[in-house]
């Protein structure tokens, strides 16, 4: 799953900064997300992520919700399919 996709499953607020002008990668996106844990500022390219206040990045969905819920693997997962079947999406 793309990184920003795993973003709209997360987040409370999910904002994409149409500002933002990539530097390595033209595909990069800018988010500004608040989850029940605070604020983050999330680059995404494609499955992977990094966030720029913590500078720490991953790939993934599962691994971007435990940084952002700080969940474990398993509640990870958990919350993922449980956010995914609430908005209509397939799970296969």
Known sequence: M?????LSLLSM???HDRTFVPVK????RRWHVSTVRGEFEILATGIKWYDTRAQRGGGGAIDLAMHLLGLSFVDAVKHLIAREGAHGADPS
């Open 13 to 15: 607020v999910l904002k």
């Open 25 to 28: 990668d033209a595909q990069t």
């Open 2 to 6: 793309p990184a920003d996709d795993a």
